[in-house]
């Protein structure tokens, strides 16, 4: 990269026609420095991120409706998520306990209290479990960074949860597999 910049320098100075030769060669240094960046998703956005968190920290903005994990100083994926809707919302710090594949669903007493209908238990894998096919449970009681359902995909976006994080299930698993147990998260209103 120094070698590009002083031959940019050289060339300027030289007299040699640097508009857009130059207006080239940085663009392809900015492409290749986000070409670096992991990019195997469809509907995330590489983002600028505050400089002043660490990177492999999670980062909930509940009034955005997303979730970035920062890849980098000053550098953050960004994800689409539904929050806790209202009267359910937290804030703080807590960090990642676990990480589950397909894992199963026993709705918490508060959610079997406002819907009686649900069953006690839907196994992981299966089409009606709300947790879909990852999930990130947090050290701050019953509560995760999941999937969804397909039913449930058009609530991403939206205050919709009793406490979790949803994400579209392509998004979790992203997620995942970037994340370690122990990794820090944020939420912030």
């Known amino acids: 990269m120094r070698k590009l910049f002083a031959f940019l320098r050289r060339s300027h100075t030289a007299g040699a026609p640097t508009g857009t030769l130059q207006a080239f060669l940085m663009a392809t240094v900015v492409g290749l420095g986000v070409a670096a960046l992991p990019q195997d998703a469809n509907a ?9 968190v660490a990177p492999g920290t999670v980062v909930i903005s509940a009034g955005q409706r997303r979730l970035f994990y920062v890849v980098d100083t000053g550098v953050a994926i960004s994800y689409p998520v539904a929050v806790p809707k209202r009267g359910k919302e937290w804030s703080g710090a807590t960090s990642i306990e676990g990480k589950y594949v397909n894992p199963d669903w026993v709705p918490p007493a508060v959610v079997k209290a406002d819907h009686p209908e649900l069953p006690n238990f839907i196994r992981g894998g299966s089409p009606r ?17 999941h999937g969804t359902t397909q039913r449930m995909r058009a609530s991403i976006g939206t205050a919709a949860s009793y406490g979790c994080i949803r994400m579209l299930n392509e998004d979790v698993s992203d997620l995942y597999d970037r994340v ?4 820090p998260v944020m939420m912030t209103r």
């Open 180 to 183: 370690d147990v122990g990794s």
């Open 44 to 52: 995330r956005n590489i983002v600028s991120f505050s400089p002043h």
């Open 129 to 145: 479990n709300p947790m879909g096919v990852r999930a990130l449970t947090l050290s701050s009681g019953e509560v995760a960074i």
